[in-house]
């Protein structure tokens, strides 16, 4: 008894394939919601001389050990400092720029990458 197996290859080259979109989408997706929040956290941002704010930054999506990271921040040298004084006054933005954002938004994220991968996969 023999099996034809002739469309194997054609079934591996259309799941590597649909692999290969499906990360794609994936950075597309954790970028989109990581520049997404980046702009509500320069919102957040104390501003004096507008150095801070500029320095926002959104790095693309990378796997480390199979594991996709997303670097987000603020490259400005007293950026921490300004993120973590709680005690100080800002006539524009607050301490936490960062923190607070993530926090509201962590619920979000999922189902918001979810949705971009779906409309980018067409699905």
């Not at 524009?92 to 949705?115: C, D, I, N």
Request: glycine residues 6%.
């Amino acid at each position: 008894m023999s099996k034809d197996i002739s469309g194997v290859a054609k079934v591996e080259e259309n799941l590597r394939s649909f692999a290969e979109k499906t990360i794609k989408a994936m950075v597309n997706g954790v970028t989109k919601f990581a520049r997404t929040e980046m702009v509500e956290m320069k919102k957040r941002t104390p501003v004096d001389t507008g150095e801070l704010q500029d320095s926002g930054y959104v790095k693309m999506p990378r796997f480390v050990s199979g594991v996709m990271t997303c670097e987000v921040g603020f490259w400005a040298p007293h950026a921490l400092w300004v993120h973590e004084d709680l005690e100080a006054f800002h006539r524009v933005g607050e301490a936490k720029f960062m923190e607070s954002v993530w926090k509201e938004s962590a619920p979000y994220f999922l189902p918001r990458v979810t949705q971009s991968m779906q409309e980018e996969l067409g699905l």
